[in-house]
């Protein structure tokens, strides 16, 4: 008997990053600044209240929507950080980090056919989401020329009769590209106009430099109500094994994505709830002290690229740097190929965020700055060979 797997599964292709990375585990002595994921460990204060509720036994389900103390505690943050006001009872889902919550509203907002627009570059997961809940995934190009922000009237220019959601993600992840207020309000008119559900993943919002202010999408007149707002501990506070993330929506819609979650997962784990909650309410120390250190290598890596001649934005947000390879005369694919073959450097082949990140690659700044004072020798050497 041969088992014949879904069309629409089977036809996703695996991610690119993820195929990359097998390779990089053959090898030793690899630098990677590949990675997408902190290379803090959850602060003390945080991992001690994990400890503590543990130590009181607290190890069962929780609510489908996730812990109320929890939930209240995400409303706070939430009107603290942003000026946005949810119900916790009503309006807030707690989920299996942010990849759970997008692939919640997605199968909850769409019928089959209906388009999907989003910026790319971007974050590996959403095309195929879109396409795993029968969604048709539309890219919206952004360029280095623009900063990488998406433009209104390439948002316009996309829009059809099929669109029902853009998805947005900024600080965007793999660009560092953010978006300011006023760029906001020109693509929230057109998603009133054009009656659009928006999507946005907050989930570098903490981690922008320059004393930078983030903005959001979703605090633009006649957007709270059409706006799914995703966010989730993972990066910020550098808890991306707990599994912790969070949709804020309006009431129907909450309660459409909890019959997924109640069916398909049940509830968040209640360790990494817990966790959650200390997190949330006594956490912005530890952020600042983690984004400090961020910034310092942003610094570093932004000069060091454009000083061995990759152009290179200075990010705004995230822990990315998206440099430009096209001088080097290879493609993104052979760049990276050729830069782990022979100088034990990992990077990220642009086109692993869609085809318009053909010409770049994706260098994470989550690794220590004397690993990547030491990534950054080998790669000029690199460079300097290939001219
Ligand atoms: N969204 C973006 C833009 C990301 O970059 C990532 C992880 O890299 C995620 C979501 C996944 O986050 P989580 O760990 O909360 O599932």
Not at 50 to 55: F, K, N, S, V
Not at 95 to 114: F, K, W, Y
Not at 237 to 258: D, V
Not at 360 to 365: A, G, L, N, T, Y
């Amino acid at each position: 008997m041969s088992i014949r797997i879904a069309d629409h599964v089977r036809d996703i292709p695996r991610s690119g990053i993820r195929d990359f990375f097998e390779i990089v585990q053959t090898m030793d002595d690899v630098i990677s600044l590949g990675i997408g994921e902190p290379d803090f460990a959850t602060p003390w204060h945080i991992r001690e209240a994990a400890i503590y509720a543990l130590e009181k036994g607290r190890t069962g389900y929780t609510s489908n929507l996730g812990l109320p103390r929890l939930r209240r505690s995400i409303s706070d943050y939430v009107r603290k950080k942003f000026g946005l006001r949810y119900d916790p009872l009503a309006e807030i889902l707690v989920s299996v980090g942010v990849s759970e919550a997008i692939d919640l509203a997605l199968r909850a907002l769409l019928n089959p056919g209906d388009e999907v627009l989003y910026h790319e570059p971007c974050y590996v997961s959403y095309a195929p989401s879109i396409t795993l809940a029968r969604g048709v995934p539309r890219a919206i190009e952004t360029k280095a020329e623009d900063g990488f922000s998406l433009r209104a009237d390439a948002l316009e220019k996309a829009i059809t009769p099929r669109t029902k959601v853009l998805m947005l993600n900024f600080p965007t992840n793999p660009t560092g590209a953010t978006m300011t207020a006023a760029q906001w309000e020109e693509i929230a008119a057109i998603c009133v106009r054009h009656d659009v559900v928006v999507l946005t993943d907050e989930i570098y919002s903490e981690l922008t430099f320059e004393g930078g202010t983030h903005s959001t999408i979703a605090t633009c007149p006649g957007m709270q109500e059409r706006t799914v707002f995703l966010h989730g501990l993972s990066k910020a506070f550098a808890m991306t094994g707990w599994r912790i993330g969070y949709a804020c929506a309006p009431a129907p819609l909450i309660e459409a994505m909890m019959k997924i979650h109640q069916y398909a997962i049940l509830c968040a784990p209640i360790m990494g709830q817990d966790a959650a909650i200390e997190a949330l309410e006594r956490g912005d120390e530890s952020v600042a002290s983690m984004r400090r250190e961020y910034e310092r290598r942003r610094n570093f890596i932004t000069r060091a690229l454009n000083d061995m001649g990759l152009e290179c934005l200075k990010p705004k947000g995230s822990f990315y740097v998206f440099p430009k390879i096209t001088s080097t005369g290879l493609t993104s694919r052979e760049f990276s190929m050729q830069l782990l073959q022979e100088h034990k450097v990992a990077v990220v082949p642009g086109t692993a965020f869609g085809p318009s990140g053909e010409g770049h690659v994706r260098c994470s700044f989550a690794t220590g700055l004397d690993q990547i004072k030491v990534a950054m020798e080998r790669m000029a050497v690199f460079v300097g060979g290939l001219r």
